[in-house]
């Protein structure tokens, strides 16, 4: 590894939740691939299964891996086209960092939804959504409407008072 062009990276990839009987092997092969190339792994966390924000390529739930790795610039498209070309990864992102980070890093916490949508929600795709949009159009107007009446209301009452 040339020290001139040796950066720090963070990487984060998901593999597919049906694939979570392999993500051993596709640990192994970013490890073997950052170590062929003369690279130095600072931190490695495998942060389990865990569900997605919304669906990717069909998958609610990912298995989530946090590397922070040292390699020359001259490697990191390599990682990213192996990142791109191996199915098992549905996502991946590269950070590029200024120092060695060494701490071991839990998994953020779950994501609560303080939303009424469910997993069946999420299932019934973008016109469900559609749907919700409309009918928070609807009360939103019915809202307006009301406070316009209540509005002209106390106008005409104004009116009435108001010496001529």
Same mark, same amino acid.
């Given at each position: 590894?040339?020290?001139?062009?040796?950066?720090?990276?963070?990487?984060?990839?998901?593999?597919?939740?049906?694939?979570?009987?392999?993500?051993?092997?596709?640990?192994?092969?970013?490890?073997?691939?950052?170590?062929?190339?003369?690279?130095?792994?600072?931190?490695?966390?495998?942060?389990?299964?865990?569900?997605?924000?919304?669906?990717?390529?069909?998958?609610?739930?990912?298995?989530?891996?946090?590397?922070?790795?040292?390699?020359?610039?001259?490697?990191?498209?390599?990682?990213?086209?192996?990142?791109?070309?191996?199915?098992?990864?549905?996502?991946?992102?590269?950070?590029?960092?200024?120092?060695?980070?060494?701490?071991?890093?839990?998994?953020?916490?779950?994501?609560?939804?303080?939303?009424? &949508?469910? /997993?069946?929600?999420?299932? !019934?795709?973008?016109?469900?959504? #559609? %749907? $919700? *949009?409309?009918? &928070?159009? /609807?009360?939103?107007?019915? !809202?307006?409407?009301?406070?316009? #009446? %209540? $509005? *002209?209301?106390?106008?005409?009452?104004?009116?009435?008072?108001?010496?001529?």
């Amino acid at each position: 590894m040339d020290l001139k062009t040796a950066r720090h990276y963070e990487i984060v990839y998901l593999i597919h939740e049906d694939n979570a009987d392999e993500v051993q092997e596709v640990v192994s092969k970013v490890k073997d691939f950052v170590e062929e190339k003369r690279g130095k792994i600072w931190r490695l966390n495998d942060w389990g299964m865990r569900r997605l924000a919304y669906k990717i390529q069909k998958a609610k739930n990912a298995n989530y891996i946090l590397m922070n790795i040292e390699m020359g610039t001259e490697h990191i498209n390599d990682l990213k086209t192996l990142f791109d070309k191996d199915e098992r990864i549905i996502r991946h992102l590269v950070v590029k960092q200024k120092k060695a980070i060494t701490e071991d890093c839990p998994p953020p916490p779950e994501f609560k939804s303080h939303s009424t &949508l469910t /997993e069946e929600d999420m299932d !019934e795709g973008p016109d469900y959504v #559609d %749907e $919700l *949009e409309d009918d &928070l159009e /609807e009360d939103l107007e019915e !809202e307006i409407g009301e406070e316009f #009446d %209540e $509005l *002209e209301t106390e106008e005409q009452q104004m009116k009435e008072l108001a010496p001529r």
